[in-house]
């Protein structure tokens, strides 16, 4: 093979642009799956090499990563979406498993990383923890095996993963804190999703000191966990007495919950602020139900989650940092209309 071909070789012999051949070998911009197959296929007939790839990952060797990540839940299904649209941009060099756990289930995560660890033809996992010793043990046994871990949406602290992509949590839950303060809130309850998940502990945690610092720790109830469930949030709600003023909600589930119960008892002086613009929570923020969401901006973390993980792949550990941060982003009534896809620009 020689190294001496070029992109503008590859574009003249398919009566093409060098910019569509530079898209199509390198993940960039849009560009059709036919036309990345196509560019590709030339690539190798012609003996292509990209310098910018490592010997780990060139033309001819595909690249197999695993991705965990919960099913049955709207919010994890636009992350899907971003990652199966960094997949695309990559195929056919890159091929994901995409396996769908439930978050408090971490036995059954670290089985199948164990089992990954033993033998499984892996370079890389994408995953969304919970927050488990026995998970952490695992994800150190899959990086012993020379398979990186990159964790998405939440992280795995303890465990030697190899790059976290997500929001900075303990932030957005101050920003929540700091927003609720300014609303003028009396006492405020806090539900949550699960207790194991760092990203629910993170952001309560950034709440909370919030309102410790502000002297207000006392107007703070609960936190109450629903297993992202949203009739346990109407449960849980109708158990506590209705001296509260504020709901803070961590979880998309849980605010989709905490939505419906104001809409259906019909309260009014309530200030809501819950994470997540799903299509059923911008619904209830647009008819005053929520006063304000938090996006996590659900797609592009799914996307750059997969682009970060092969970069890391490729490149090395050097040329990727160990926490990629995503946009904390606040939406009311006002501005919601403005929410689009972070991808579609």
């Not at 919970?130 to 990159?150: Q, T």
């Not at 109450?224 to 909600?249: C, R």
Request: proline share 4%; hydrophobic share 40%; with cysteine.
């Amino acid at each position: 093979m020689s190294d001496r071909v070029s992109l503008q070789d590859i574009a003249d012999s398919l009566g093409i642009s060098r910019g569509t051949v530079d898209r199509a070998i390198h993940g960039r911009g849009r560009i059709s799956r036919e036309t990345r197959e196509k560019v590709l296929a030339e690539a190798r007939r012609l003996g292509y090499i990209d310098k910018k790839l490592s010997s780990f990952l060139s033309l001819q060797q595909e690249l197999k990563i695993v991705v965990l990540i919960p099913g049955c839940d709207p919010f994890f299904e636009k992350i899907e979406e971003g990652i199966k649209k960094a997949v695309n941009e990559m195929m056919p060099v890159l091929h994901p498993e995409i396996i769908h756990t439930a978050l408090d289930e971490p036995e059954q995560q670290a089985d199948f990383l164990f089992s990954v660890a033993r033998g499984k033809n892996v370079s890389g996992l994408l995953i969304v923890p919970s927050e488990d010793p026995g998970l952490c043990d695992a994800i150190n046994s899959c990086e012993s095996s020379g398979i990186r871990v990159a964790t998405l949406n939440t992280d795995a602290p303890g465990s030697r993963r190899t790059v976290f992509i997500g929001q900075d949590l303990y932030a957005s839950g101050r920003a929540a804190g700091e927003l609720m303060l300014k609303m003028n809130c009396g006492p405020v309850v806090i539900l949550s999703g699960y207790e194991n998940i760092w990203a629910h502990s993170e952001r309560i945690r950034g709440f909370k000191d919030i309102y410790k610092e502000n002297g207000r720790l006392m107007d703070l109830i609960g936190p109450f966990y629903t297993h992202d469930l949203v009739e346990n949030t109407a449960m849980i709600l109708k158990k506590i007495p209705d001296s509260y003023s504020g709901l803070f909600t961590v979880s998309g589930l849980t605010t989709e919950g905490a939505g419906r119960f104001v809409h259906e008892k019909d309260i009014e002086g309530l200030t809501l602020v819950g994470f997540d613009c799903t299509d059923e929570n911008i619904s209830l923020l647009k008819s005053g139900n929520i006063s304000c969401l938090i996006s996590q901006s659900p797609q592009l973390q799914g996307y750059q989650a997969v682009r970060r993980l092969v970069e890391l792949l490729r490149q090395g550990e050097s040329s990727v940092a160990a926490e990629i941060s995503i946009p904390i982003d606040l939406y009311f009534r006002e501005n919601i209309n403005f929410y689009r896809n972070h991808l579609e620009l």
